[in-house]
């Protein structure tokens, strides 16, 4: 079955840009929404955004001005980039499937992002 | 932005309880609502989507209902392993929004 993996650096500095990468397997890429949620410690869970494959993308207008999402079907990766981070983008990031109407069915384990100099 | 509010925020119970969480959103999402377990640690399960559709491999004790703006998801005997964090969320439209979450606890 379909199975995702973040992957990308633990710890990054307040100013930079977190780079994540979300590694498919199991399925191709080239169908459903592909998109990024965020989890700071001891709170609820934020929607980033999303892909598809054809590459058009819709964002979280909170963030908006901030994300870049991007998908590589070659690799079956997607990739989220979020830039001028601060301690407030200290979170937990999942990438996962959203299947429209039937939900968010397949979720990565998850990655630990901490924003500190 | 469609808010989505979930009621209790924190539910105390026992094995073998019915439970019920609401959750209720700001404005008609008809039946775009999907229920969602999270375990510490974990990233979240999906349980029920399109309001009352089990998803596969999920046990029958879980069930969804609702449409328009007021949802309820309801656990009909509780097992150990249901004691969780348990999130709403719609897919009606964008940005996809969550309910605060509900804790399960033991009592």
């Known amino acids: 079955q379909v199975q995702l993996q973040e992957s990308g650096p633990g710890l990054v500095k307040p100013s930079e840009t977190l780079s994540l990468t979300c590694t498919v397997s199991?399925?191709?890429?080239?169908?459903?929404?592909w998109s990024w949620i965020r989890q700071p410690p001891g709170k609820g869970l934020e929607w980033i955004g999303y892909i598809y494959n054809s590459g058009s993308t819709n964002y979280n207008p909170s963030l908006k001005s901030r994300v870049t999402i991007s998908v590589d079907t070659s690799k079956n990766q997607f990739s989220l980039k979020l830039s001028s981070v601060t301690a407030a983008d200290t979170a937990v990031y999942y990438c996962?499937?959203?299947?429209?109407?039937?939900?968010?069915?397949?979720w990565g384990q998850g990655t630990t992002v901490t924003v500190s100099s | 932005d469609i808010q989505m509010t979930q009621s209790p925020s924190s539910l105390s119970a026992s094995v073998g309880d019915r439970v019920t969480i609401t959750c209720r959103a700001s404005q008609s999402i008809s039946t775009y609502l999907n229920w969602y377990q999270q375990k510490p640690g974990k990233a979240p399960k999906l349980l029920i989507y399109?309001?009352?559709s089990l998803q596969s491999g999920v046990p029958s004790r879980f069930s969804g209902s609702g449409s328009g703006t007021d949802f309820t998801l309801t656990i009909s005997s509780l097992q150990p392993e249901d004691f969780a964090t348990y999130y709403c969320q719609q897919s009606y439209s964008t940005p996809r929004t969550f309910g605060q979450g509900t804790r399960l606890e033991i009592k």
């Open positions: 996962e499937r959203d299947v429209g109407a039937r939900g968010m069915d397949v």
């Open positions: 399109a309001a009352s």
């Open positions: 199991g399925g191709s890429i080239s169908s459903y929404y």
